[in-house]
Each structure stands twice: as structure tokens, then as C-alpha cells.
């Protein structure tokens, strides 16, 4: 038996082609965006004044119909456009709902 026959009876099988996607998915709760207080708000943007790019931080944001945690280092704040980019993850200002400095 060749080397590439023997080797094509070890690859893995899928037989449902897009199943487990389509179990990942259907396992998803879907959330609705909160609205936040303006106590929230005013936390928010003291938080904002203290990032620096560099700063370590943990955010919690809004993504289509879920919130994410994220955790990494600021790439780019840019308070004109209203984004915040962690590590390669651009998420904007009315999306956060918490930021933590970690530093």
C-alpha cells in the first residue's frame, strides 16, 4: 500500500459537513443590547481618559447579538472616530457596555 493511500485512511471524516457549525450556532443565546444609565456613561468615559495605548484591558462589548469579554493590550484609541482597538479587534465607543484597566 502506498504511503498516500495509507495516509487517507487516518484522515478524519466528516460525514455531516457543517454540522458542529450548526450545532455552535443553534447553542448561542441570543442577547438584546442593554441600555446603559448615565452613572454607566460618566464610569465609561473617566475609564477612557485613563487608557493609553499599551494599557492591558478587559472589555466587555455588544457584537451582533451577544456580548463578548475580551482581554488584550490597546493598539489604537481614537476618541474623534469613537473606537478603541485592542489588540487587532476594533470595537467602538456605544458598543462597550464595561472596560476594565488591568495595568
Do not use: C, W
Not at 447579538?65 to 475580551?70: G, K, P, R, T, V
Amino acid at each position: 500500500m502506498s504511503d498516500l493511500k495509507r495516509a487517507k485512511i487516518f484522515m478524519p471524516f466528516d460525514a455531516l459537513k457543517g454540522f458542529k457549525e450548526a450545532i455552535h450556532e443553534k447553542e448561542r443565546i441570543l442577547v438584546e443590547k442593554k441600555e446603559l444609565t448615565e452613572d454607566d456613561y460618566n464610569k465609561l468615559n473617566l475609564t477612557f481618559s485613563n487608557i493609553k495605548k499599551g494599557s492591558m484591558v478587559k472589555v466587555v462589548y455588544y457584537s451582533i447579538d451577544s456580548y463578548i469579554e475580551f482581554t488584550g493590550l490597546v493598539s489604537d484609541i481614537n476618541p474623534s472616530s469613537r473606537y478603541i482597538k485592542v489588540v487587532k479587534e476594533k470595537i467602538f465607543f456605544d458598543d462597550i457596555q464595561d472596560i476594565t484597566i488591568l495595568d
